[in-house]
C-alpha cells in the first residue's frame, strides 16, 4: 500500500491524497461504508458500486469470525471472493465489539475472552489470533487488536488499558511480520492510536505508534461517551504526531458534522454505521439538513426525495412515497434511506476533496457546517 499526499489545505490541517492497494485507488479523505459481516445492510453490489461509488468497505473481524466464519471464508478465496466486492476493503481487529461485550468478555494481559452474541459460546481472541483470522479475511488494510475504553474512563483505568493496547501492538506486529497474505496480494496493518481523552496518554500512544512505521495510522476510542469538543481536541493531539505522509483513519466516526471538523484537523479516512443505522430509522442527511421521513408534512409532498442527491433513489421516489413506505413498514424504506445516506456520505467526502484541491475548503466547509445540523 502506498499513500500520496497530493494537497494541504492553507489555511487548517485538511489533506487531499490517492491511497493505492492492489485491488485499486482510494481518493482521500474518504467515507467506508461499513459491511459488518461482508454485507453493507440492504445495499446491493451494485448499487454500492455504481451509485453509491464506494471506493473502500469495511468488514469486521469479531463478526465474520462468528459467522459465517473462517472455514467459509478461507474457501470462498477470501473476502473479496466471498462477497464479490472487487475494491479495497478493510477489517477492524474486533476490538471495538470485544469492549461492547463488557458483561460477557474477561481482559488478560494474553488476550480477550469472550461469549458470542449469538449462541453464548466462549472464544478467545489473542492479538496472534487475530492477525491470523485477519489474514484469513483477507481485507487490503487491517487493523491491530486493541482495548477500547469508555469515554468516561478515569486516568488510571486509560493508562492500564493503553498498556495493554500497546503490549498487544508489538505482539500483533511480529505475528504479522511472521505471516504472509493468503491470496496473492498484500496486506497493511494499522496500528491504533488509545488513551481516551487524557492528552498525555495520547501523546505517548501517537509518538509509539509512529515510531512503527506502518503504512497507515488509526485513531481510536473517540465518539464513546466524551464531549465533542474533546474528541476534536484528542484529534489534534493526536495528529500534531502522527506522521504526514501516512493516512490517518479516524474509527467509528461519525455525523455529517464530525466528518467535517476531522477533515480540517488532518483527518483521511472515517467509518461509522450512522448513514445506515439512522437511514433505517427514517433520518435522511442532505445537503440543506436532515429530513425525518416518518413526519406528517411528507405525507401529501410529491416533490423527489431529494432533487439535489446524488443517488437514484433521490429522484426515482417521491417524499410522500418514502413517508409511506416507512409508516406502512415496508422494508423497501429502509434500503431506499440507506443508499442515499450513503451516497450523500460519499458526496460530502468528495466535495471536500475537491474544495481542498481548489483552495476554498475553509469557506466551503463553514457554509456545510451552518446547513448540516438544520431539521427540515
Known amino acids: ?91 477492524d481487529s474486533g476490538g471495538f465489539q470485544v469492549f461492547s ?3 460477557i468478555r474477561k481482559l488478560t494481559a494474553d488476550g480477550a475472552e469472550f461469549r458470542s452474541h449469538i449462541d453464548g459460546s466462549k472464544h478467545f481472541f489473542s492479538p496472534e489470533k487475530v492477525m491470523d483470522i485477519e489474514r484469513t479475511i483477507g481485507a487490503d488494510i487491517i487493523m491491530a487488536f486493541d482495548e477500547c475504553p469508555p469515554g468516561t474512563s478515569d486516568f488510571d483505568y486509560a493508562r492500564k488499558s493503553l498498556d495493554l493496547t500497546e503490549n498487544w501492538l508489538d505482539r500483533c506486529i511480529k505475528r504479522f511480520n511472521e505471516t504472509e497474505p493468503k491470496y496473492g496480494y498484500s496486506q497493511s ?15 505517548r500512544a501517537a509518538e509509539n505508534v509512529a515510531s512503527k512505521g506502518a503504512d497507515g ?70 445537503k440543506h439538513g436532515i429530513m425525518n421521513m416518518r413526519n406528517k408534512k411528507w405525507e401529501m409532498d410529491f416533490e423527489p426525495i431529494d432533487a439535489e442527491g446524488d443517488s437514484y433513489v433521490d429522484t426515482a421516489y417521491s417524499r410522500a412515497y418514502l413517508h409511506h413506505l416507512f409508516k406502512a413498514k415496508e422494508l423497501l424504506a429502509l434500503q431506499i434511506a440507506s443508499i442515499h445516506n450513503l451516497a450523500f456520505y460519499l458526496w460530502l467526502v468528495g466535495e471536500a476533496r475537491k474544495h481542498i484541491i481548489c483552495g476554498d475548503f475553509s469557506v466551503w466547509k463553514s457554509k456545510m457546517v451552518d446547513v448540516l445540523g438544520t431539521r427540515l
Open 1 to 91: 500500500m502506498t499513500f500520496e499526499l497530493q494537497y494541504t489545505d492553507s489555511k487548517t490541517n485538511a489533506r487531499a491524497g490517492v491511497i493505492t492497494t492492489d485491488h485499486g485507488k482510494i481518493e482521500t479523505p474518504i467515507f467506508m461504508p461499513v459491511g459488518t459481516i461482508g454485507s453493507v445492510k440492504g445495499v446491493h453490489l451494485h448499487e454500492l458500486k455504481d451509485d453509491i461509488k464506494a471506493q473502500i468497505i469495511l468488514g469486521n473481524t469479531y463478526h465474520l469470525y462468528l459467522r459465517p466464519g473462517l472455514e467459509v471464508i478461507e474457501k470462498a478465496g477470501g473476502l473479496h471472493k466471498f462477497n464479490g466486492f472487487d475494491r479495497p476493503m478493510l477489517t
Open 101 to 103: 461485550l463488557a458483561g
Open 189 to 203: 496493518l494499522f496500528p491504533i492510536v488509545q488513551g481516551c481523552t487524557y492528552a498525555d496518554l495520547r501523546k
Open 217 to 286: 495510522n488509526a485513531i481510536g476510542g473517540l465518539a464513546v461517551g466524551e464531549p465533542t469538543e474533546v474528541m476534536y481536541e484528542m484529534i489534534e493531539v493526536v495528529n500534531a504526531i502522527l506522521p504526514k505522509e501516512k493516512p490517518r483513519y479516524l474509527m467509528g466516526v461519525g455525523t455529517p458534522i464530525n466528518l467535517l471538523e476531522a477533515i480540517e484537523r488532518g483527518v483521511d479516512m472515517f467509518d461509522c454505521v450512522m448513514p445506515t443505522r439512522n437511514g433505517r430509522n427514517a433520518m435522511l442527511f442532505t
